[in-house]
T-cell receptor
């Protein structure tokens, strides 16, 4: 079955430090992969998506992710963390089920940024 | 374009009651999906509607139901509420499955 695993439910970094949020996927077909961010009391906002084009995907707010087929990974990175990046981040994979597509989400990683 | 809107934003109900949540998708989007988000279970897919037809369903009991209207607006209904139904219910609309746009959610508290 197709799924995603996010390693680390909580990640804490200093302001200005590298952000690395890990996501591994399981898929029998070339996957479509997504990273979403959720701020407190809000819905999910798309950060970036991989749809089998370039393996390095750039998103909003300075985030990027690299699709590595050999490692079945799609880790999210940002060179320099900002206080406003504190939020929960979800990795998702599009799966084909019951004749149609749907998204399966990872458990989420809560990012804390401290001064 | 206006984003996905969900009403109400907050609801408090008691066990045994029923509740109806509403979602208005982005104009032109025909697909509406519903998710339940809880601290323990994370984001779980409830169901998806496309052109007034349910075409995908998650593993939730029959107390959870939904529908979609001809203008693509969608409602979900939960009957005989249980304490465990307390959650943030998120609606997402899409024109295709390359991207889903989420609403702010409805936070349901069951007492």
């Amino acid at each position: 079955a197709q799924s995603v695993t996010q390693l680390g439910s909580h990640v804490s970094v200093s302001e200005g430090a590298l952000v690395l949020l890990r996501c591994n996927y399981s898929s029998s077909v070339p996957p479509y992969l997504f990273w979403y961010v959720q701020y407190p009391n809000q819905g999910l906002q798309l950060l970036l998506k991989y749809t089998s084009a370039a393996t390095l995907v750039k998103g909003i707010n300075g985030f990027e992710a690299e699709f590595k087929k050999s490692e079945t990974s799609f880790h999210l990175t940002k060179p320099s963390a900002h206080m406003s990046d504190a939020a929960e981040y979800f990795c998702a994979v599009r799966v084909f089920s019951g004749g149609y597509n749907k998204l399966i989400f990872g458990a989420g990683t809560r990012l804390a940024v401290h001064p | 374009k206006a984003g996905v809107t969900q009403t109400p934003r907050y609801l408090i109900k008691t066990r045994g009651q029923q509740v109806t949540l509403s979602c208005s998708p982005i104009s032109g989007h025909r697909s509406v999906s519903w998710y339940q988000q809880t601290p323990g279970q994370g984001l779980q897919f409830l169901f998806e509607y496309f052109s007034e037809t349910q075409r995908n369903k998650g593993n939730f009991p029959g107390r959870f139901s939904g529908r979609q209207f001809s203008n693509s607006r969608s409602e979900m209904n939960v009957s005989t509420l249980e304490l465990g139904d307390s959650a943030l219910y998120l609606c997402a609309s899409s024109s295709d499955y390359n991207e889903q746009f989420f609403g702010p959610g409805t936070r349901l508290t069951v007492l």
